[in-house]
């Protein structure tokens, strides 16, 4: 979610998203007295707010309904990354989509010295990926220093993305060789 960081309410209570408002107070009532600042030992005066920040949502019916749209949405988002981190194909298909890229990159330098820049949303239609999803990917290749932002706002590649296209096509072209001569 953009804005704010959210926060999880029901964890911070260590309660379930289904406590009844009885629960929800005896917890709270327990958890503020060990974190009030003035309880022994100074207390944490920031999490003291978050859990009665926490309360007041989740005891006033109008404020909780709310906050469970938000918590759904939030946990929705949460479970859609966990399984796109689970499913193991994911890391290749982005190595496949910068390899793409980078060789896209390699090839507009190369035929167009002097426009060597392509904009993010070309190469999202081109690579078949969303924005979102390559912008990612022209975070990781600047921060390598193999694409570079130019004067103009598009990106092209450097001199040591090049070198990677090269040797990246160097691996691919060497396995050719070597398949080539299994198949004889």
């Given at each position: 979610?953009?804005?704010?960081?959210?926060?999880?309410?029901?964890?911070?209570?260590?309660?379930?998203?289904?406590?009844?408002e009885?629960?929800?107070?005896?917890?709270?009532r327990h958890?503020?007295?060990?974190?009030?600042?003035?309880?022994?030992?100074?207390?944490?005066?920031?999490?003291?707010?978050?859990?009665v920040?926490?309360h007041?949502?989740?005891t006033?019916?109008?404020?909780?309904?709310?906050?469970?749209?938000?918590?759904?949405?939030?946990?929705?988002?949460?479970?859609?990354?966990?399984?796109?981190?689970?499913?193991?194909?994911?890391?290749f298909?982005?190595s496949?989509?910068?390899?793409?890229?980078?060789?896209?990159?390699?090839?507009q330098?190369?035929?167009?010295?002097?426009?060597?820049?392509?904009?993010?949303?070309?190469?999202?239609?081109?690579?078949?990926?969303?924005?979102?999803?390559?912008?990612?990917?022209v975070?990781?290749?600047?921060?390598?220093?193999?694409?570079?932002?130019?004067?103009?706002?598009m990106?092209?590649?450097?001199?040591?993305?090049?070198?990677?296209?090269?040797?990246?096509?160097?691996?691919?072209?060497?396995?050719?060789?070597?398949?080539?001569?299994?198949?004889?």
């Amino acid at each position: 979610m953009s804005g704010p960081q959210f926060v999880d309410y029901y964890e911070l209570l260590q309660l379930s998203a289904n406590a009844d408002e009885d629960t929800i107070h005896r917890v709270f009532r327990h958890l503020a007295k060990r974190h009030h600042p003035d309880a022994p030992g100074g207390g944490d005066r920031a999490r003291f707010d978050r859990l009665v920040e926490a309360h007041a949502t989740l005891t006033d019916p109008q404020r909780r309904a709310e906050y469970d749209a938000k918590y759904e949405r939030y946990w929705n988002q949460t479970w859609k990354v966990a399984s796109e981190a689970a499913d193991g194909q994911t890391l290749f298909d982005d190595s496949a989509i910068r390899e793409r890229m980078l060789t896209l990159f390699y090839v507009q330098r190369r035929q167009n010295m002097r426009q060597p820049g392509m904009g993010e949303h070309e190469v999202a239609r081109l690579v078949g990926s969303p924005l979102e999803h390559v912008e990612f990917h022209v975070w990781y290749l600047r921060e390598k220093g193999w694409i570079q932002r130019l004067e103009t706002g598009m990106l092209a590649l450097t001199a040591n993305g090049v070198d990677e296209v090269e040797k990246l096509r160097g691996h691919e072209g060497a396995r050719r060789i070597t398949d080539a001569r299994s198949q004889s």
